[in-house]
């Protein structure tokens, strides 16, 4: 019996081999044309300045609604796409799709703030990176300061000498580079002092942690302190509660993003908000030069 029931694992782990292996494939198929049918999309998440109290700029982040397997998360597709180098082209996609979007709320006098882009490892170690973006960024009449690139700790510490370098091009033609999930890659600051980087944005995990434990709220403190003295600016992802916020902001944290503020919103949602931001600041001023 004790036989039968080893066979009988073995074969629903086959099973669940074959499965793994039959969803990765029609991710692939799928991917490999979900640009030329109009599959992907931008979602964009407003990042808070904690000081001003205002909208400072977005993230863009990529949305797959595939005509075969419904809604895809990032976290699914992202590592099937860097993996095939598919990434080379979406990447390329969502570089123009941002830009372009920018400009479009430009257009039409919108208080935008900055765009930031996610970058992969795979990306940015290409030769042409600093050209591909400078291309985007020409195309859409926009400047190196619209633009901030994001590159996790771990894409940078895959091959810090490609990194630097990469880098360096980018940070020559002006754009502002930060570095994403900061926490979860098992390095230093000593080592990202040597990098050319404008921004530490701190992981969601240590985020939740702050309010769990009090070495927690110790941990991000001490980040955000050492992250100041290399002169980075600091966000907080993922904060979700009044709470957080409010050690964030006692901490001396710069910017923050979170469903405490927004969950990632489509396009006209955003324009919404941007002609809220913008009535606002205009009865601000009204208030201001009547008084
Ligand atoms: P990320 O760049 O660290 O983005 C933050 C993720 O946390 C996003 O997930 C966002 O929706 C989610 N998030 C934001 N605020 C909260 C919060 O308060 N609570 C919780 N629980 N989650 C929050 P998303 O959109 O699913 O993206 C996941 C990851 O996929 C991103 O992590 C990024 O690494 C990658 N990704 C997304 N779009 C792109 C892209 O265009 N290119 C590349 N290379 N990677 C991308
Ligand atoms: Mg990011
Ligand atoms: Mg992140
Ligand atoms: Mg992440």
């Not at 494939?25 to 931008?42: D, P």
């Not at 895809?72 to 941002?98: H, Q």
Request: charged content about 25%; some cysteine.
């Amino acid at each position: 019996q004790a036989k039968q029931a080893g066979r009988g694992s073995v074969a629903a782990f086959d099973d669940a081999l074959e499965q793994a292996f039959r969803r990765t494939a029609r991710l692939e198929a799928g991917l490999r044309v979900a640009i030329e049918r109009g599959e992907l999309a931008l979602h964009y998440q407003p990042k808070w300045d904690i000081g001003t109290g205002r909208l400072s700029g977005w993230e863009a982040l990529l949305r797959w609604q595939s005509a075969e397997l419904g809604s895809v998360r990032p976290d699914e597709f992202i590592p099937v796409a860097e993996r095939t180098g598919l990434i080379l082209s979406i990447g390329d996609w969502v570089l123009r799709e941002a830009c372009r979007q920018l400009r479009q709320w430009r257009d039409e006098g919108l208080p935008t703030g900055t765009m930031a882009v996610n970058l992969s490892a795979r990306q940015f170690r290409q030769r042409d990176v600093a050209e591909e973006v400078s291309r985007a960024l020409r195309d859409n009449g926009l400047k190196p300061q619209d633009l901030e690139l994001e590159i996790t700790e771990s894409a940078l510490m895959d091959d810090l000498p490609a990194a630097a370098v990469a880098l360096t091009d980018l940070q020559r033609l002006g754009v502002r580079i930060a570095i994403d999930d900061f926490g979860t890659g098992y390095s230093s600051l000593a080592y990202l002092k040597k990098l050319p980087l404008n921004c530490l944005k701190i992981d969601r995990t240590f985020v939740t942690d702050m309010t769990a434990s009090e070495d927690g709220a110790a941990i991000v403190a001490t980040i955000i302190v050492l992250a100041h003295g290399m002169g980075l600016k600091v966000v907080a992802e993922g904060v979700e509660t009044q709470e957080q916020f409010v050690q964030l902001r006692e901490a001396g944290c710069d910017q923050a993003q979170g469903y405490l503020f927004f969950k990632p919103l489509a396009a006209p949602e955003c324009r919404d908000l941007l002609r809220a931001c913008k009535r606002l600041a205009e009865q601000g001023t009204a208030s201001a030069s009547q008084s």
